[in-house]
C-alpha cells in the first residue's frame, strides 16, 4: 500500500478563490473603463472631432448630457443621453437615416423609426456619436480584458 500527504492544497486553494475574485474583478474594471471611453469618444464625436460635424448650440447641451452609468447587474453599463433630438442628431431624418453611417441590425432597428420622421419633415444626415464610440471601443475591451487578467495572473500567482 502507498500512502502520500499533499502539501500546499490549502494554500492553493486559497489562492484559486483569490484568483477568481482578481478575474470577476479584472473584468468589471475593463467593463467600467470601456464605458468611460465611449463616453469620451461620443463627447469627442458632438464637438466635431474623430471626422464628425461640429455640432454648435444644441450639441453643447447634448454633449453635457451623455453619461454613463451601471445598471446594477454585473459588468453591465449604459451609455446613453436623455435629450430627446439626440436620436436625430444619432441617425438622422427623412431619406437620410443610415447614409452617414454603417449601423449594426439592433442600431439599423432603432434608426429605422426616425426614417420619413423628423421636425418639418427635413431630410438631416446623420452624425453617429454613441453607436460610433460603441463600435470603436468594442475591440478594445477584449484587450482591457486581457490586460486586467495579466494584473490579476501577476497579483495573484507570482507572490
Sequence with gaps: MINFTIDGTDRLLTRIEAY??????AVLTAVKQTALAIE????????????????????????????????????????G???????????GT?????????????????????????????NIRGDSFLNYAAVEQQPKLEQRIIDEMNKANANTWLK
Design 94 to 122: 427623412g431619406d437620410l437615416v443610415f447614409t452617414n453611417f454603417s449601423f449594426d441590425a439592433q442600431a439599423r432597428e432603432v434608426a429605422s423609426h426616425y426614417k420619413g420622421r423628423g421636425l418639418r419633415k427635413v
Design 20 to 25: 477568481r475574485k482578481a478575474s470577476d474583478n
Design 40 to 79: 469620451k469618444t461620443a463627447k469627442l464625436r458632438l464637438r466635431g472631432m474623430l471626422g464628425s460635424m461640429k455640432h454648435i448650440g444644441i450639441g453643447a447641451f447634448l454633449w453635457k448630457s451623455i453619461y454613463n452609468r451601471s445598471t446594477g447587474k454585473k459588468a453591465e453599463y449604459i451609455v
Design 81 to 91: 443621453t436623455p435629450v430627446e433630438y439626440a436620436p436625430y442628431i444619432e441617425f
